[in-house]
């Protein structure tokens, strides 16, 4: 029934594929199967906004009582699809919503009238609750929930369980600067050298702030998070990922002074915690692109501040041409290597 439903969607037959779909729904509920109940309630919110664009109050209600029905798991994937759910709304309305006076005590039920303050508090709120408990969401791998994730695009590689994906999604929310327009007094800033430390000294280090609504803060957790987790499997690819891309957000949202060269420093003393050959090629790699970026700075004297920057990114990449590493990573080198190599 699934691939007569997913034909009938590449058809454009969207009306009939919800027909379909709300019978499986029915025969899900009629079985108890809850996973199947989930599912179809997934594609039909998704035929549903297709075939109604005003279906969205219909659609929030049914995820507000599939919450309340479900079960860990599926009660953290159903706050994260509230959580993207409102997300979307609000980009799509984003000027509009943006004009509103911000509302006090604002109806959480007419979530249509709510000012930009509202939405942003409550999809972190969605984030915060479908993260937790954290520990429990990545004892659970990404096939035995790979049906209930039809919407979230899946790298296994780097989302090998629940908490990965419903982090990563949470991440992209957190480090949109459009996100974070709130400024208090106590407001939290990333100026501390601290945050470009190596990822086991990073998981060790206690994060504080009282700024709890910050949503630079709520990534650095996630990220401290994911790094904690990943470095307790065998598997090193996540931890990896995960600890770079942390060090990438600190470095773009750092404020004190030599940015680049901590961020630089940091890469250098990365490599020393992973053993395996295409992690710390992945390591390399980027710290080719941190040489290569910082090149042509130049001094005031109009002289360039890095002479061999070009060099060290050149044998970097060159190196990891000559280790068995990743398809993605060997032709992001050979790019890197063809571009340092044109003529100036």
Do not use: C
């Not at 501390?192 to 609504?213: E, G, P, Q, R, V």
């Not at 803060?217 to 770079?244: C, D, G, M, P, R």
């Not at 941190?290 to 990114?313: E, I």
């Amino acid at each position: 029934m699934w691939q007569t439903i997913e034909q009938l969607e590449i058809e454009g037959k969207v009306t009939t594929a919800l027909k379909k779909v709300n019978e499986l729904h029915q025969k899900a509920v009629n079985q108890k199967n809850d996973v199947q109940q989930l599912k179809s309630l997934l594609f039909r919110w998704k035929f549903m906004q297709i075939i109604d664009e005003k279906s969205q109050i219909n659609t929030l209600n049914e995820l507000n009582t599939a919450i309340e029905k479900h079960s860990f798991p599926n009660k953290q994937l159903l706050h994260m699809y509230k959580a993207h759910f409102l997300e979307s709304y609000l980009n799509d309305n984003y000027l509009r919503i943006s004009d509103r006076t911000a509302t006090v005590d604002a109806n959480l039920k007419s979530f249509q009238t709510w000012d930009l303050n509202t939405f942003l508090a409550e999809i972190s709120t969605q984030y915060n609750k479908a993260l937790t408990p954290a520990v429990a969401l990545a004892n659970i791998n990404t096939t035995s929930i790979s049906e209930l994730l039809i919407t979230v695009p899946i790298s296994r590689k780097f989302k090998p369980t629940a908490y990965d994906i419903i982090a990563h999604k949470a991440l992209k929310f957190y480090k949109n600067p459009r996100n974070r327009i709130n400024k208090p007094k106590d407001e939290f800033l990333i100026t501390s050298s601290s945050y470009f430390a190596t990822s086991s000294n990073f998981i060790k280090s206690k994060l504080n702030t009282t700024d709890h609504a910050s949503l630079l803060f709520k990534a650095l957790e996630t990220y401290q998070q994911l790094e904690k987790i990943h470095s307790q499997q065998k598997s090193t690819v996540a931890w990896v990922n995960a600890a770079l891309k942390r060090l990438q957000f600190v470095k773009a949202n750092h404020l004190g002074p030599e940015t680049e060269s901590l961020y630089i420093e940091s890469l250098k003393n990365l490599t020393y915690e992973f053993k395996k050959a295409n992690d710390i090629a992945k390591i390399n790699l980027a710290l080719a692109k941190a040489y290569r970026n910082s090149a042509f700075a130049k001094n005031a004297d109009g002289k360039l501040k890095h002479p061999d920057f070009n060099t060290l990114a050149l044998n970097l990449v060159t190196a990891v041409e000559a280790q068995n590493v990743d398809t993605q990573t060997l032709i992001e080198a050979k790019n890197l290597k063809n571009q340092i190599l044109q003529k100036k």
